[in-house]
Structure formats: C-alpha cells, structure tokens
T-cell receptor, first 111, second 115 residues
Framework: LAKTTQPISMDSYEGQEVNITCSHN???????ITWYQQFPSQGPRFIIQ???TKVTNEVASLFIPADRKSSTLSLPRVSLSDTAVYYC????????????FGSGTQLTVLP | DGGITQSPKYLFRKEGQNVTLSCEQN?????MYWYRQDPGQGLRLIYY???????QKGDIAEGYSVSREKKESFPLTVTSAQKNPTAFYLC??????????????FGPGTRLTVT
C-alpha cells in the first residue's frame, strides 16, 4: 500500500498561491493521486485527481513529476475560506483497504 | 437534490447502550463507507460495502456492525463493545468501486457522545 507523507500544517496570506506537497515513494503503476478538502465538522470534499503530469480544474491544479513519487496541490490566490485540512490519497480502484486519509495538512489562511 | 444524509447531527448516549447511525444516499451509488474521525485526526475506515448484501471490515471494525439491505441505505450500529465510541462519524458513497481512485461523496456527519 502506498504510504503518503504531508506537512502537518501550513500558513499563508490571502491572495497568495499555496502549494502542498505529498510524498508517496512506493506508488504503484495503477495508483491515482486524489486530494480532498475538509472544513471543521463537515465531511471531506473531492478537489482533484491525477495520474501524471498536470491536471487543472476550476479549484486547483495538481502537479505530478515523471517519477510520480510526489505530487503538489496548488491553490491559486487563496482566501480565508480556503482554511481547511487537505488530504492526499494514493491508490487504485481496488479494495477499500487502501483508503488511508492520514492526518492531512491543516492550511490556515491569514488576512 | 442528490446527496447523502446522515441523521441525527448530534447524538448522546449512555455507556453500555447500542446506538444506530443512519446513512442514506440518493445518488444511485453502488459503494458506501463508514469512517470515524477523532479530534485532530484523519479519517479511519470502519466498514465498506461495494454492493447490496455485501460488506467488508475496514481498519477499525471492532465494536461496530453494519447492514446493507438496500442500495441507498447503510446504517452503522455502535455497540457497547466499542471501547471509545465518542467520535465524529462520516458516511460516504462512490459510484462504483471502493478504492482510493473512486471519488467519494461524504455526508455531513454525526457527532456521537457517549457518557
């Protein structure tokens, strides 16, 4: 099972770009990288998913280098409402036993 | 309006009592999950179900039980055997498979307090 490592916390200021990196050294060939966002006392919400190179949607970008041993979630021009915990998950469509959310990264956006 | 509903939002019970948490989805998803979250921690998988009448244990199934008699419903019972039941419980569903690459949709959660 691919284990992931993320920073425990990060601070940023409104309007800045934030990059959160996730390490997954033993990622398997069929594994995808998926990021979720969770606000306090709510369920997580899917943000973005990728397999290689770069993926962009209306919320974020996901950068994955060629060796796929890490990935970076990029949030452009953050606002106070982006303060949340961000989780990186790695795995394929197989059994749910791969589902490990870990402790995530607490992002705090300051005014 | 499609989504996942969990009820109640807050639940209080005395130690030694079983309690059942409700989870219903109208997304027509095959797979459903139950997670537990403790303060400052990530989510831990309790049980998951890929299809009706089938479910599998997750990482922390001891002291919990589930059923999946209908596609849209996946209730979780917290039994008196669960040593530390006070936690935030989250239900989720995904369209097909149960692995991490399947996007999960989460409910609003139930906060259970046992005293």
């Amino acid at each position: 099972l691919a284990k992931t490592t993320q920073p425990i916390s990060m601070d940023s200021y409104e309007g800045q770009e934030v990059n959160i990196t996730c390490s997954h050294n033993n990622i398997a060939t069929n594994d995808y990288i998926t990021w979720y966002q969770q606000f306090p006392s709510q369920g997580p919400r899917f943000i973005i998913q990728g397999y290689k190179t770069k993926v962009t949607n209306e919320v974020a970008s996901l950068f994955i280098p060629a060796d796929r041993k890490s990935s970076t979630l990029s949030l452009p021009r953050v606002s106070l409402s982006d303060t949340a915990v961000y989780y990186c998950l790695v795995g394929d469509g197989g059994p749910a036993r791969q589902l490990t959310f870990g402790s995530g990264t607490q992002l705090t956006v300051l005014p | 309006d499609g989504g996942i509903t969990q009820s109640p939002k807050y639940l209080f019970r005395k130690e030694g009592q079983n309690v059942t948490l409700s989870c219903e989805q109208n997304l027509n998803h095959d797979a459903m999950y139950w997670y537990r979250q403790d303060p400052g921690q990530g989510l831990r998988l309790i049980y998951y179900s890929q299809i009706v009448n089938d479910f599998q244990k997750g990482d922390i199934a001891e002291g919990y039980s589930v059923s999946r008699e209908k596609k849209e419903s996946f209730p979780l019972t917290v039994t008196s055997a669960q040593k530390n039941p006070t936690a935030f419980y989250l239900c989720a569903s995904s369209p097909r498979g149960t692995g991490p690459s399947n996007e999960q949709y989460f409910g609003p959660g139930t906060r259970l307090t046992v005293t």
